[in-house]
């Protein structure tokens, strides 16, 4: 119960097993991560949450199962749910490429708002505080 509770309350975070595993210990105090791992990939796998799987951070956890694009900043790792107006009909990909789609996430890359305010930007990456492209 404590690692669902962990989900619901950081959902807006996307959490990583690391931090369920933290916040689930101190309700739990015999939860081991092994066991945090296994209960988020059944909860996955019933379809209750989707796994985020990354390359270069810890995989990540989601409750938001409505059609949205995951916006990811690629400087402090936030993840923010972002409605998409219409959506793509699976049953409109099969009829046209008969490509049965049993699954989709859609990602874009860049840097969230609270990065671009901060002036610390020693690379230049940002560009300049507060801009947008």
Known sequence: ????????????????????????????????LSTVYATL?????????????????????????????????????KIE??????SIEPKDIARKAGFKVIDARVECYGFCRDCLMDKKDPSGELGKPGELK
């Open 81 to 86: 749910d972002y409605r998409i107006p219409s």
């Open 1 to 32: 119960m404590a690692i669902a509770e962990a989900l619901v309350e950081h959902r807006h975070l996307h959490p990583g097993a690391h931090l369920i595993y933290e916040a689930a210990g101190k309700k739990t105090k015999s939860l081991s």
């Open 41 to 77: 990939g059944e909860f996955s796998r019933l379809g209750l949450i989707k796994a985020m799987e990354f390359d270069r951070m810890e995989n990540r956890y989601e409750g938001n199962l409505e059609e949205h694009v995951n916006l990811v900043c690629k400087r402090c790792g």
